[in-house]
């Protein structure tokens, strides 16, 4: 005898325990995988744009005397003024990245390890690689020296202003 109620197309059975635990694993793995490809069409996309900030307004020129010896806490950086013009010599040690500390007499030492670097930034002693980064100079069109952080130049690259 036939039972109307189970053969309606409207009738369905209640999910069993491993149907339910199944389709949780199947939406469990869709969502990570999902998630894995979102995170890595992410990827090439950089969180930090470092040339938003690594250029730094230090002045109008005309604020720094022939013969002058400025440094930047923030950008790290010395920045002198000689008969030629201006040069910009970063603070950071070549070896680990320790701020090297200029001295009386125009040279500089990292206290980390003791490297040593003449009034220029050429390695003397100590373990750094290579000599203090020269950075880049310029001069905006509205006329204020700017240096960027991140650009090296050649060492005795001058900026005449
Ligand atoms: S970080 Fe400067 S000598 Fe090591």
Not at 11 to 17: N, T
Not at 26 to 31: K, M, V, Y
Not at 49 to 70: H, I, M, N, V, W
Not at 106 to 117: A, D, E, L, R
Request: charge should be neutral.
């Amino acid at each position: 005898m036939s039972d109307p109620v189970h053969e309606s197309e409207r009738f369905k059975p209640p999910a069993s325990r491993r149907d339910f635990l199944g389709l949780a694993a199947a939406w469990s793995a869709i969502g990570a995988f999902v998630m894995a490809m979102l995170g890595a069409a992410r990827l090439p996309m950089p969180s930090v744009f470092p040339e938003s900030d690594s250029r730094a307004k230090l002045g109008r020129p005309k604020q720094f005397a022939t013969g002058s010896a400025t440094y930047f806490p923030q950008q790290r950086l010395w920045l002198f003024r000689d008969a030629e013009g201006f040069h910009a010599i970063s603070s950071v040690c070549t070896h680990l990245g320790c701020i090297a500390e200029r001295l009386e007499d125009g040279q500089f030492n990292c206290p980390c390890h003791g490297s040593k670097f003449d009034a220029s930034g050429r390695v003397m002693g100590g373990p750094a690689p290579k000599g203090l980064v020269w950075l880049e100079l310029s001069v905006s069109p509205e006329g204020w020296l700017v240096a960027d952080t991140l650009k090296e130049t050649e060492p005795g690259t001058v900026l005449s202003a």
